[in-house]
């Protein structure tokens, strides 16, 4: 007798390699529909989804209390007291517009009573635009809301919805059909005689890919007749995005599968070294994957586990998680209440093999810091806080894949949409990007804590006019943090559209009539806004707004487009995305700090990679307002 032979013997981590690629040649892609956001619930992007108006899109009122000017209540203390009359404020209740006029809320609680009038009674000053939800405070027009391949969750939903997003494009439900073969197979609703066996296997997997959310498709079971064999297979192609042969895979006489994959498409690979398992026949018809199961139970959930869930993820980029709990260190402190038990949401990532857990921000109205967090830290409400590098507990969310947030490139540090974009780049490949925006400083504190992978900085020298080399010389003398080469962006004053207030440049600022909207300390922006103003001879407590901060520039830009502010100092490509007027001012180099022992990180070279890329530099061309030399050069300190 002939010895059965196998077309290969490829281990598995090669043959799903070689699997992939061929079906990406072929181009096997997941279809895609236009959905309204209401029907979208646990469907996945196709493409990224930038939100159409800022949220809030007025100021609003974050508490119940009343409105006023700030001034008014100036020198108010528990042993000073002022009076206020019903001409001085306004009541308002949370989520309610400021009135015009008003620049403060003050906290219901913190309003004295009088008994003989409707006059109020303060005991303490109010501070401009305290408990006021600034514009764009959750998210602004123009950001980016979710990244390709996401999934769209409760959050999301609150999130496209109140950023003015009627329908998003999102990929079809996956089809796998399942196609029982050979004569000795029988319904499981019969007792099977001597020589039959229940078919079970397409059982297992149709519950198998119920569990991921996939509704199979389950064919009659077919004779080991090849043209019945044929016709189920290509009727199934027609229904489905893949199909699954079962238990026709062997290197027997019967082995169907095989020939009738080679007749209708190719077949890429059959026999896999792997035990159980071996005879699978992975092949392709009409671009789209045809996988031969073996016959045996045991290793038909070999294969679904090793070849099937890896086509799904890989190619049809279907999330593959399950909940867990994971140990992880505190990366800043956090206070408690003493009043509730607090949920707080949490970023994860993965620093020398050890987790660090970053919390978001805590407002309820947040829909921004809930669609990106990966896991909930719980506090006790006995819990008087935690320190920062505490050991805590958390609990991943359910759309959280604990592999890619090992795998994930964390940036802490400088804002620039730019970040978006190549967010949306390594999504759309299944990988990941996150951003905390700390500012420059912050993330160059952040690297000598190690709790960031990379820190994107614009940080300048203004003895030398020189940016970020200096300061990383200064703050790490031992050269242990080097600087990757990024791109350079234009910064300037964005005005309304017309720029109706005449401001041509930084001396403007000083003008009575001139509000400003600044960045925060530490942020390279605010630090060359201080620049400039020394240099134009401007005290910064002469600009009428500069303690008003935001923390990205398009916030920053939010503000003016909605007539809060006059002008700010931020980048081009935010004025493009609200249609603003923008006075160029500077040229910056807008790089990225890693520490040198990171260097050969594996993610640190895909960085590497991605900003020398055409794909982000395409995106860049689009956006305006940048520029480049050597992106991805390393500058070493003594450079």
């Known amino acids: 007798m002939q010895q059965a032979k196998y077309l290969s013997n490829k281990p598995i981590e090669q043959a799903i390699l070689e699997y992939c690629q061929a079906l990406a040649q072929a181009g096997c892609l997941r279809a895609t529909v236009e959905l309204p956001v209401s029907q979208a619930l646990g469907r996945k992007t196709a493409e990224a989804v930038y939100s159409r108006r800022s949220v809030p899109h007025f100021l609003a009122s974050a508490m119940d209390g009343i409105a006023l000017q700030a001034a008014k209540t100036y020198g108010a203390t528990e042993t000073t007291p002022i009076r206020l009359s019903t001409q001085d404020y306004q009541p308002v209740d949370t989520g309610d517009p400021l009135p015009d006029g008003c620049d403060a809320v003050i906290m219901i609680e913190d309003v004295i009573n009088t008994d003989d009038s409707s006059d109020i009674i303060l005991e303490q000053a109010a501070v401009p635009w305290?408990?006021?939800?600034?514009?764009?405070?959750?998210?602004?027009?123009?950001?980016?809301?979710?990244?390709?391949?996401?999934?769209?969750?409760?959050?999301?939903?609150?999130?496209?919805?109140?950023?003015?997003?009627?329908?998003?494009?999102?990929?079809?439900?996956?089809?796998?059909?399942?196609?029982?073969?050979?004569?000795?197979?029988?319904?499981?609703?019969?007792?099977p005689a001597a020589g039959e066996i229940t078919e079970s296997n397409g059982a297992m997997l149709s519950a198998a890919l119920e569990e991921l959310g996939i509704k199979p498709i389950i064919e009659a079971i077919i004779p080991d007749k090849p043209e019945l064999l044929e016709q189920a297979l290509k009727k199934n192609l027609d229904l489905s995005d893949m199909v699954l042969l079962l238990a026709g895979s062997s290197a027997g006489r019967d082995d169907y599968s095989n020939q009738t994959i080679s007749r209708l498409g190719q077949v890429?690979?059959?026999?896999?070294?792997?035990?159980?398992?071996?005879?699978?026949?992975?092949?392709?018809?009409?671009?789209?994957?045809?996988?031969?199961?073996?016959?045996?139970?045991?290793?038909?959930?070999?294969?679904?586990?090793?070849?099937?869930?890896?086509?799904?993820?890989?190619?049809?980029?279907?999330?593959?998680?399950?909940?867990?709990?994971?140990?992880?260190?505190?990366?800043?402190?956090?206070?408690?209440?003493?009043?509730?038990?607090?949920?707080?949401?949490?970023?994860?990532?993965?620093?020398?093999?050890?987790?660090?857990?970053?919390?978001?921000?805590?407002?309820?109205?947040?829909?921004?810091?809930?669609?990106?967090?990966?896991?909930?830290?719980?506090?006790?409400?006995?819990?008087?806080?935690?320190?920062?590098?505490?050991?805590?507990?958390?609990?991943?969310?359910?759309?959280?894949?604990?592999?890619?947030?090992?795998?994930?490139?964390?940036?802490?540090?400088?804002?620039?949409?730019?970040?978006?974009?190549?967010?949306?780049?390594?999504?759309?490949?299944?990988?990941?990007?996150?951003?905390?925006?700390?500012?420059?400083?912050?993330?160059?504190?952040?690297?000598?804590?190690?709790?960031?992978?990379?820190?994107?900085?614009?940080?300048?020298?203004t003895s030398s006019g020189d940016y970020n080399l200096p300061d990383i010389k200064r703050m790490f003398p031992d050269g242990s943090v080097v600087l990757i080469e990024g791109f350079k962006r234009t910064q300037g004053l964005i005005t309304p559209a017309g720029n109706p207030k005449n401001i041509h440049d930084i001396s403007d600022l000083a003008a009575a009539d001139i509000s400003y909207v600044n960045r925060q300390s530490g942020a390279g922006t605010r630090i060359l806004l201080d620049y400039l103003l020394d240099r134009a001879g401007i005290r910064p407590q002469n600009v009428n707004g500069y303690d008003r901060v935001e923390l990205t520039h398009t916030a920053v830009a939010a503000q003016i487009a909605a007539g809060t502010a006059d002008t700010g100092l931020a980048v081009m490509s935010a004025a493009s995305i609200f249609g603003l007027d923008f006075l160029p001012i500077t040229q910056e180099s807008y790089d990225f700090a890693v520490r040198a022992e990171n260097l050969a990180d594996a993610r640190v070279l895909s960085f590497i990679e991605l900003i020398s890329s055409n794909q982000i530099k395409n995106r860049l061309d689009k956006m305006g307002g940048y520029s480049w030399d050597q992106p991805g050069r390393i500058i070493m300190g003594d450079a």
């Open 130 to 191: 305290q408990h006021i939800r600034q514009i764009g405070e959750d998210f602004c027009a123009g950001d980016m809301l979710l990244t390709t391949n996401t999934i769209i969750n409760p959050a999301a939903v609150g999130a496209l919805t109140a950023g003015g997003i009627s329908s998003v494009r999102v990929y079809r439900p996956l089809r796998v059909a399942i196609i029982p073969t050979g004569d000795e197979i029988v319904s499981g609703e019969n007792e």
């Open 268 to 461: 890429i690979l059959h026999g896999l070294a792997i035990k159980p398992g071996k005879p699978a026949v992975l092949g392709i018809c009409e671009g789209k994957p045809v996988i031969g199961m073996p016959g045996y139970p045991v290793s038909t959930l070999t294969v679904f586990e090793q070849v099937v869930l890896p086509v799904l993820s890989n190619i049809y980029k279907l999330d593959i998680t399950s909940p867990k709990l994971v140990q992880a260190g505190l990366t800043r402190r956090l206070t408690s209440s003493l009043k509730y038990k607090e949920f707080i949401r949490v970023r994860l990532s993965r620093l020398n093999s050890t987790w660090l857990a970053t919390p978001m921000e805590r407002g309820a109205g947040m829909l921004a810091s809930f669609l990106r967090a990966d896991g909930i830290l719980e506090l006790d409400q006995n819990c008087e806080g935690l320190e920062a590098g505490s050991k805590v507990e958390i609990r991943l969310l359910p759309w959280a894949n604990e592999d890619r947030i090992k795998t994930s490139i964390d940036l802490i540090g400088s804002h620039d949409p730019l970040l978006d974009e190549l967010a949306d780049i390594l999504q759309a490949d299944g990988r990941r990007l996150t951003s905390a925006h700390t500012g420059s400083m912050g993330g160059l504190m952040a690297l000598r804590r190690q709790e960031a992978l990379l820190a994107p900085i614009h940080l300048l020298d």
